[in-house]
């Protein structure tokens, strides 16, 4: 249950049954009315704007509807106290009766708790990482990667039908010098001594390895073949091979797409002329000349006729050509195919994570999606800002098996997936990360990782010891469900199951806000309430402590408590892809 969302549907109801027996006016739009937790958790557990919003439609001052809301809102079982503030605002205490069945919830759902229809089975595609096929992920590509991954887990948590997608930039001028790198790695395995590698090819160790593999299948058939022989099929092998480096490398990391789309393949099957057609029936193609570039001119500039997209009708800063000067499609004319290759597979919500460098695209890939599907698409671009790798506050320096970054690969071998997961969440992706490979595996209460995760293995390690007190059976979930939950009646302890029925909210607003950082930041939340319990019961009032071997039912009750922290951050750690500890 999303407590927020009930209390809603509880105040419409009575502003319904008041407008019913004629003590108000006619009820306006009541999508206005929010309900949230107060900005001081002092004023209750809820707060709702109802009649400041709809006082004046209702023919009253603000303050006498909430008064009369507050009167209704006051006789429901679950609300023990209201109060009318300043000029309207009303904040609502619940009973203590009200948060126990809160946990009942939890331990009846599972792991399932906090799943949502919000979404209503709604198709999202999220297109993630699509890092050029041109050799190992870094740790860049890993931001993005655990960012779509996580969101796309809460969108499904949340009801939408997700669908996580991979584009393969296999058709630009990257490939060919892809190509004639291996070609020169290729010789080198057949003994030829190749010495330093040629500026504008790329000099990772990585394409070694492939180099072998080409050997292996074709022999020596490409060492005395011209470029024009060799170059199409290393293309195609080149890009298979990274592309299998690229997977292993998201498994890694516990990313696995549903869907991968070759740009290449796209051009061949006439995207891009379908796009042009699509626009050229909508008027929005034309031939004309751009303005120069802004600033230093390059060499080779001259004004030139180009077809054009009026992006500007769609809120771009100019027009945007489709073809270079060769001939070929531009990439953003390739780009736009791929959107529209979206919008014909039935997706409506449309989600690119990209790195930060691509800001300057945003707009025209907007205008795009908007021209193409006429404006029935929505595209939500979100940038990943850099990671600054350190190691103990040091920049760490790049790898010989990529040439020029360190991989993620790397970085995951010395700290973990879950390490890696839980910290590229731990910021909004818009924001500048450091990824520091001493501090995120230190064992203390900054490191937000082990924080959560020593919350998850203290739960587990009650429940071990808790063994010696109670058979198996009783402290499966069903059976803790049947506690006594009203002799958990500390502040404390009613506070943790706050903290704990927050969840819902918290899938539904992330969801919505597409902010899967949210999510560590509930559950740091969520653990400080548990360490706080803890530590009161263990230095201030020893009759909170979790075991009591004098009082069983209280220790039942206290039981399931644990249980259910448990599966509420069981299931955060699950949608963000991380592992939960049961030891440390």
Not at 378 to 386: G, R
């Amino acid at each position: 249950m999303n407590t927020f969302e009930y209390f809603k549907e509880q105040i419409v109801d009575i502003l319904n049954g008041l407008a019913a027996a004629g003590v108000l006016g006619e009820i306006a739009d009541t999508a206005r009315i929010s309900v949230e937790p107060p900005r001081d958790a002092k004023h209750g557990d809820i707060s709702t704007n109802a009649a400041m919003v709809l006082a004046k439609p209702a023919g009253l001052k603000p303050r006498d509807l909430a008064i009369k809301i507050s009167a209704a809102l006051s006789a429901l079982e679950e609300v023990s106290a209201v109060d009318v503030a300043g000029p309207g605002f009303i904040n609502a205490t619940l009973a203590p009766s009200f948060w126990h069945a809160r946990l009942g919830e939890i331990l009846e759902a599972g792991l399932a708790y906090g799943d949502s229809q919000m979404g209503g089975g709604r198709k999202v595609n999220i297109e993630y990482v699509s890092a050029n096929p041109t050799g190992p992920m870094h740790v860049g590509h890993g931001r993005g990667a655990v960012v779509g991954d996580a969101l796309a887990s809460i969108l499904a948590k949340a009801g939408f039908d997700v669908t996580r997608e991979y584009y393969v930039n296999d058709a630009g001028a990257q490939v060919d010098v892809l190509a004639r790198s291996l070609h020169l790695r290729y010789r080198e395995a057949f003994g030829e001594t190749i010495g330093d590698i040629p500026d504008g090819l790329y000099p990772g160790d990585y394409l070694i390895g492939a180099a072998e593999n080409l050997k292996a299948r074709d022999g020596d058939q490409w060492l005395g073949a011209d470029e024009e022989a060799w170059l199409e099929p290393l293309r195609r092998f080149a890009v298979a091979e990274m592309m299998d480096l690229i997977r292993s490398d998201l498994a890694s990391l516990g990313v696995e797409h549903g869907f991968f789309q070759s740009e290449r393949e796209l051009v061949e099957r006439g995207g891009v002329d379908e796009v042009v057609q699509v626009l050229k029936d909508a008027g929005l193609v034309y031939t004309g000349t751009l303005e120069p570039p802004k600033g230093k001119l390059p060499d080779d500039w001259e004004p030139r006729p180009q077809m054009l997209f009026k992006a500007t009708q769609f809120g771009d800063d100019v027009d945007r050509p489709l073809a270079k000067s060769d001939g070929t499609w531009t990439y953003f004319a390739t780009d736009m195919a791929y959107h529209l290759d979206k919008h014909r597979r039935g997706f409506a919500d449309l989600i690119d994570i990209w790195g930060a460098d691509h800001g300057g695209y945003v707009k025209r890939m907007n205008a795009a999606v908007m021209a193409l599907t006429g404006e029935k698409d929505s595209l939500d671009v979100m940038l990943c800002q850099m990671v600054n790798l350190l190691d103990q506050g040091e920049p760490v320096k790049m790898s010989k098996r990529s040439g020029t970054f360190v991989t993620l690969a790397e970085v995951i071998d010395q700290v973990g997936k879950d390490v890696v997961r839980f910290i590229m969440l731990t910021r909004k992706n818009d924001a500048g990360l450091d990824f520091d490979l001493a501090k995120v595996v230190e064992q203390s209460r900054d490191n937000p990782v082990f924080y959560v995760q020593y919350s998850h293995a203290r739960c587990c390690s009650v429940l071990r010891h808790a063994a010696d007190m109670f058979e198996a059976a009783e402290l499966a979930a069903d059976s803790l469900q049947k506690a006594d939950f009203s002799v958990l009646s500390d502040p404390a302890e009613l506070n943790l199951i706050k903290s704990m029925a927050a969840w819902p909210r918290m899938v539904e607003g992330a969801a919505e806000a597409h902010e899967p950082h949210r999510i560590a930041y509930f559950l740091a939340d969520l653990s400080a309430a548990f360490h706080a319990l803890w530590t009161k019961g263990a230095r201030q009032d020893e009759s909170l402590r979790f075991l009591n071997e004098s009082d069983k039912e209280l220790t039942r009750a206290r039981l399931a408590l644990v249980k259910a922290l448990a599966m509420v951050i069981a299931s955060g750690l699950t949608v963000m892809g991380v592992t939960p500890a049961e030891e440390m």
